[in-house]
């Protein structure tokens, strides 16, 4: 079964204590501190663009973010005054972005798209990967291209930020463990397989859904997500091969320089030539 298919309905609710507040506020700092692009919202309203100058200023603010899921994140970035381009390859997932962008009021486009076929209509100031998005990108010559298409669509100037689960944490952290949820209203098992060949965690999902809300019913339903562990260094070198410019890298958990207890670790890389 494809990843985030049924698992999509019940995303949400098991990532209610995600810190996705805390994380848009170090990704917006990396963003002012490496980046070029600046917010163009004020409360809620954008100027219209009236001339090829002020387009081009509109593309070096533009940030797009790869992976956007349920659009969680997006919308944090918009509540910042971003303009906001969401691209995910499951349509579920991105059906319950687009209506929760409506009740929130919030002028965001999401984009059904494979991160391995990025294809924008514009160059964007910024493209931001979060929630270990990238993870899920097994070999090398996938990411090797993701970051070449990341670079192609950088305005000039612009910064590629994404994080990823470090190999220690699956191999040593959560390999071979069982999670498992308990909610009013769904339940899931997730359990781990960490194959140390090719560095890569199994994990089957098993969710148990209620299938309305005036009934005691539940559906069960099963997936099953790759996920590769990547260290430091490899991926420093995935960005340098692909023509980028690396720039920071930051443990996730400490905001310090990442090492070998990292579990979680952010990239900041420049836009570097066509």
């Not at 506020?25 to 919202?41: A, N, T």
């Not at 997936?223 to 991926?235: K, N, P, V």
Request: net charge negative; with cysteine; charged share 30%.
């Amino acid at each position: 079964m494809e990843a985030y298919t049924d698992f999509a309905a019940v995303y949400d609710t098991f990532m209610d204590e995600t810190p996705y507040e805390v994380w848009g506020d170090f990704v917006v700092g990396l963003i002012e501190k490496y980046g070029v692009s600046r917010p163009s919202h004020v409360d809620g309203k954008q100027e219209a663009e009236e001339n090829s100058e002020k387009a081009l200023e509109q593309e070096k603010n533009l940030v797009v973010e790869l992976g956007c899921g349920t659009g969680s994140f997006s919308q944090v970035l918009r509540r910042r005054g971003y303009d906001i381009i969401g691209i995910d390859m499951s349509p579920e997932m991105l059906d319950l972005a687009r209506k929760k962008s409506v009740e929130a009021g919030m002028d965001i486009m999401y984009i059904e798209q494979d991160m391995r076929e990025l294809d924008l209509y514009c160059t964007a100031g910024t493209i931001v990967s979060v929630c270990d998005s990238i993870n899920y990108i097994l070999t090398d010559e996938e990411i090797v291209e993701i970051f070449r298409l990341v670079n192609n669509f950088l305005y000039p100037g612009g910064v590629f930020i994404f994080d990823f689960n470090t190999l220690h944490k699956y191999r040593d952290v959560i390999g071979d463990a069982t999670i498992a949820e308990n909610r009013d209203d769904c339940s899931f098992i997730w359990e781990n397989y960490f194959h140390e060949d090719g560095h890569i965690n199994e994990y089957d999902l098993t969710i148990f859904a209620r299938t309305g809300k005036e009934t005691d019913t539940f559906r069960r339903s099963m997936e099953t997500h790759y996920q590769r562990g990547f260290e430091i260094d490899e991926m420093i070198g995935f960005v340098k091969e692909a023509g980028l410019e690396f720039i920071a890298s930051i443990d996730a958990d400490t905001y310090e320089e990442p090492d070998e207890n990292s579990e979680r670790i952010y990239i900041v890389a420049g836009e570097k030539g066509k």
